[in-house]
Structures are given as C-alpha cells and as structure tokens.
C-alpha cells in the first residue's frame, strides 16, 4: 500500500481559527516516519493554498459560501491527482466541510463509493435547516443525490454534483444531531451506529454489520471520512465542538484497523483537530497523536506488533 497525503489548512466552514494549523501538526507528530516504517509508501503532495476572496457575503444564513465551494474545488482536484498516481488517499484537514471536495474528487477518480462517517455530528444541515450556518454542518447534505431538490443552488458550487446515494452511507459516533438532521436521516433510512449502539452492539458487531450493510449491494471502494470530535473529549478534546459521552481510544481504533482489514479503504480523511482549542499542551498533544494512530490504524498498525515482509534475525 501506499499513502498520497494532501493538506487542506482551511477553516471557514466553521467559526473557530486554529483548525488550519492540522495538516502541519499532524506531520510534526511524525506521521510520515510512522507509515514508512509500516513499509507502508508515502508522497505527500504538501498543502493546498486556497483563493482569498475579499466579499463573501452569508447566502441564506450560510457563511464563507464562495470560500468553502472555491477551496472544495481545488480539494476535489487534488484528490483526483493522487487517486490517478495510484495511492490511498490522506486529507488532513481543516474542518469538515472539506468532505465535499474529498469526497466527490475520489468518486470523480474511483467511480461510485461506500462512506463510513465518523463523527458526533451528522453533518447533514441543508443551508436552509442549519442553525448556526456553519458549512461544516452541512457537506453530506451537498453530496446526497437523495437531497439535491432541498438544497439551493450556492455561488462557487456550480463544479460539483451530487455523487452519493443515501444506501452507500453509514454512521458511527453520533451524538449531537440537530432535529433537522435527524428527519433527514429517518427520511431516507440512512444506516446509523450512534453511540447508543455502539455501548449495545459493540464496536466489532457495529464494524461486522458495517460492512454486512455497504456490501448488501457491491464491494465499492471505500472512503473513511473520520471527525476527530468522533472521539471522546477526554481523549482529543482539542476540536472545534467537543461532545461528551464519545468513542473510546480503543473504539476508534478499531474502526480504522476493520476497515484497513477490508483491503477496500481507498481515501481517508482526518479533519477537525484544532491546535488552538487545546487548553493545555499534553490536551493538543493527545489529539494529534490520537489523530496519527487512527491514520496508522488505516495504513495496517496493529496492536499486536507488525514487521516489514523482509525482515530478518540478528
Ligand atoms: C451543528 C454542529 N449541527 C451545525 N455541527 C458540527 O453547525 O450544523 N459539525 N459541529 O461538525
Ligand atoms: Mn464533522
Ligand atoms: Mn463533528
Ligand atoms: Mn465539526
């Protein structure tokens, strides 16, 4: 296997600053090193820059539209780049808007794909149903074909289209789902492990149903789309809306070393790890290197030990 990793430090689909300074945070934590000594291949393509747009004015109550449709654009593209080189891709975000770009730039390159959603949030606001106008409340609502007549047309969007189907989706972590959100996914029957499920089920039947639920239709590639704030705030507290009553350490991982197992894991996103939202150093440092170990979760860490194919006795 091999890692493209891309940088996307961009924060305006939410409010708080500091999330931009991810991608660099999570390479300082030694994320390179670590997969290489997996044998696991990495480029890393670098970060992303993104236009200035000097107006940008809210479109319905949503904030930084142009920003976020612009920065999705240049995201997809270079998803689509690293998937044609060949690699699984890494994108480190920046917050969780960026699923958009991501998302469609890997289906434009790979065809029609299975999501895993990891994360205390649905994501799933239209521009017309979200409360706080955050676009990071809102990519999967831009991205399901189920949605598209409830979402309005928005400036610096008109590259992309619908390119998922509500059946290839399924959650894991919820636990912060606004009312709207969760007509939505009632609505269109989306497959959901929320945390309830998670304590019933446990994180290895959630993982086995999982699967069982994505390849009822096709084995598609797969694409992990994974929120930090999935995680317990104990654990990575530094993160933009931190939700108690989380996923264990240990939960988490799991989800990354199943779905590695697979062997269907094409793209992977890590996003909302914030830097800033720390109140301590050991806090930012718990959730960078938590961050590093679910990506090495993906690329074939395993707890038990691992040794590279060639390696012989001293
Ligand atoms: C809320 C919070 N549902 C919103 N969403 C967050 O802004 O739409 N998503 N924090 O990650
Ligand atoms: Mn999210
Ligand atoms: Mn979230
Ligand atoms: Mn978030």
């Avoid at 598609?220 to 104990?234: R, T, W």
């Amino acid at each position: 296997r091999s890692a493209g990793i891309i940088g996307a430090p961009f924060s305006k689909g939410q409010s708080r600053g500091g999330v931009e300074c991810g991608p660099d945070r999570i390479r300082a934590a030694g994320l390179l090193d670590r997969l290489q000594q997996l044998g696991c291949a990495v480029k890393d393509y670098g970060n992303l820059t993104f236009e200035d747009i000097a107006v940008d004015e809210p479109v319905r109550g949503s904030k930084n539209v142009r920003a976020v449709g612009s920065a999705n654009q240049r995201l997809s593209e270079a998803v689509q780049a690293v998937k044609k080189d060949g690699h699984t891709a890494v994108m480190l975000g920046g917050d969780h808007s960026l699923a958009i770009g991501s998302i469609h730039g890997h289906t434009a390159a790979v065809g029609p794909l299975s999501v895993v959603w990891v994360d205390a949030h649905a994501d799933v606001n239209t521009p017309l149903t979200s409360y706080t106008g955050n676009l990071h409340g809102q990519p999967m609502s831009y991205l399901l074909y189920e949605l598209q007549s409830k979402v309005p047309v928005l400036p610096n969007f008109s590259w992309m289209k619908p390119c998922l189907s509500s059946q290839d989706l399924v959650y894991i972590g919820l636990r912060d789902v606004d009312p709207a959100e969760h007509y939505i996914l009632k609505l269109l029957g989306v497959k959901v492990f929320c945390m309830s499920q998670v304590d019933q089920l446990g994180v290895a039947r959630v993982m086995e149903e999982t699967c069982d639920y994505l390849w009822n239709r096709a084995k598609k590639p797969i694409h992990l789309s994974y929120d930090i704030d999935a995680i317990d705030p104990l654990i990575t507290p530094a993160t933009g809306t931190p939700v108690v009553g989380g996923l264990t350490y240990r939960e988490g991982l799991y989800i990354t070393e199943h779905l590695c197992q697979t062997g269907l894991l094409s793209a992977v996103d890590l996003v909302e790890v914030n830097p800033l939202r720390g109140r301590t150093e050991d806090h930012v440092h718990s959730t960078v290197s938590t961050a590093v170990d679910l990506l090495l979760g993906c690329f074939g860490r395993l707890r038990e030990g691992n040794h590279l194919p060639n390696y012989s006795l001293p």
